[in-house]
C-alpha cells in the first residue's frame, strides 16, 4: 500500500522552530556577560563595593546557563525525536535545573541584600563586608547542588525509562518523584518570584520613609545640648547616598525585567504541571522570554552604573579609535 511505502519525517518541537533566535540569544548572553565579567574584575575600584559581589554572582550564573544549560538545550530541542544516552539525559536534566534556579537565587539574593539594607541599616553597615557578601553569594552554588542531585540520582537509577531519555525529562508518573518535582518547582520558581515581586514595594517604601526622615533631620537639626546643633558626618570620597541610589536603581532595572521575563515561564510551569495542560506556541514564546533574561541583565548594569558604562564606553573607544600612523622627519 501507498501508506506503508511513505517514508517518515520526524518533526522538530515547537521550540525548533524558533532555534535561529535561541541562537541568537545565547551569542549574545555569552559575549556581554563574558565582557561584564572582565570589566568586574579589572576594576579595582567597582570591586571594593560590597554589592558589586552580589552581580558578579549573577554575570556568574548567567555565563554558567549559557555555556553548560544553553548547548545541551539546543541539541535536544534540534532532534527530540532521538533517542539520547542515559549520561546526556542525566547532565541536561541537572545543567537546566541547576542553571535556571541559580539565576533566579542570584537575583533573590540582590533583594534580600536591598531589604536587608533598608530593613536594618546599622547592621547592614556593621556586618556586611565583602568576605560576608562572598559567603551568601555562594551558598546557591551549595544549596541548589544538594537538593536537586539526589532526586536525579534516585530518578535516573530507579524510575527513568528509555521513553523519558527520548524527552529527558524526570519520571513524574512515579508519586515520590512527582513530589520532588512540586517542591522544586514551588521553591526554586515560584517562591523567588513571589519574593522579587512582594519585596520590592516594601524596600521602596521604607526607602523613601528613610530619605523623608533624613530630609527633616537636615532642614530641622536637633541640639544634643552641647551647644549648635551639629549636622551628621558625610562619609568623604563617593556619596553614601549616591551609592545606595545606585543600588536601587539596579534593583528597580532587575526587578522590572524579572517581572516580564519570569512571570509568563512561571505561570507555563504551573499550568503544565498543576493542570496538565498540553506545550503549545505559547510555551515557545515563554521559553525565548526566560532565555533572554540572562542576555538583558548586562545592559541594565550600564543602565544603572556609571563607573561600568565608562569603563565600556574606554573598552569601545580602545577598539574601535582609528590607529595613527605617526611619520618622524
Known amino acids: ?19 535561529p533566535t535561541e541562537l541568537s540569544i545565547f551569542t549574545v548572553t555569552l559575549c556581554l556577560n563574558t565582557l561584564v565579567l572582565i570589566i568586574f574584575l579589572t576594576d579595582h575600584a567597582m570591586r571594593r563595593n560590597p554589592f558589586i559581589t552580589y552581580l ?20 535536544l530541542t534540534f532532534d527530540p525525536h532521538q533517542p539520547h544516552t542515559h549520561i546526556f539525559c542525566e547532565a541536561y536534566i541537572f545543567a537546566r535545573f541547576s542553571s535556571d534556579t541559580l539565576m533566579m537565587q542570584c537575583h533573590v539574593l540582590i ?4 531589604l536587608w539594607a533598608v530593613l536594618f541599616p546599622i547592621s547592614y553597615q556593621q556586618k556586611h563586608k565583602k568576605t560576608t557578601a562572598k559567603i551568601i553569594c555562594a551558598l546557591p552554588w551549595v544549596y541548589i547542588n544538594l537538593f536537586v542531585l539526589p532526586g536525579l540520582i534516585v530518578d535516573g537509577v530507579l524510575y527513568r525509562t528509555p521513553k523519558d531519555n527520548v524527552l529527558c525529562v524526570v519520571n513524574a508518573a512515579n508519586l515520590l518523584q512527582q513530589r520532588f518535582i512540586y517542591a522544586m518547582v514551588g521553591l526554586f520558581y515560584i517562591a523567588p518570584l513571589c519574593i522579587i515581586v512582594t519585596a520590592y514595594p516594601l524596600i521602596w517604601y521604607w526607602r523613601f520613609r528613610r530619605r ?3 530630609t527633616l533631620r537636615e532642614v530641622f537639626p536637633e541640639d544634643d545640648g552641647e551647644g549648635p546643633a551639629r549636622r551628621p558626618r558625610v562619609p568623604t570620597g563617593q556619596s553614601l547616598r549616591s551609592v545606595r541610589s545606585r543600588s536601587f536603581l539596579v534593583l528597580t532595572l532587575l526587578t522590572g525585567c524579572v517581572c516580564v521575563c519570569w512571570t509568563p515561564q512561571v505561570i507555563n510551569y504551573c499550568l503544565i504541571l498543576f493542570f ?7 510555551s515557545v514564546a515563554v521559553e525565548l522570554l526566560w532565555s ?14 556609571r563607573g561600568f558604562r565608562e569603563k565600556v564606553g574606554a573598552c569601545r573607544n580602545r577598539v574601535c579609535k582609528p590607529h595613527r600612523i605617526t611619520t618622524t622627519h
Not at 556568574?60 to 539546543?74: E, I, M, Q, R, Y
Not at 533583594?111 to 536591598?114: L, V
Open 1 to 19: 500500500m501507498n501508506q506503508s511505502n511513505a517514508s517518515y519525517t520526524p518533526s522538530l518541537s515547537p521550540l525548533a522552530y524558533a532555534l
Open 56 to 75: 558578579i554572582n549573577l554575570n556568574l550564573a548567567n555565563l554558567f546557563h549559557a555555556t553548560v544549560g544553553v548547548p545541551l538545550k539546543l541539541i
Open 111 to 114: 533583594t534580600t541584600n536591598r
Open 212 to 214: 523623608r526622615i533624613g
Open 276 to 282: 496538565r495542560v498540553r506545550r503549545t506556541r505559547f
Open 292 to 305: 533572554l533574561q540572562p542576555a538583558l541583565d548586562p545592559i541594565l548594569f550600564a543602565m544603572a552604573l
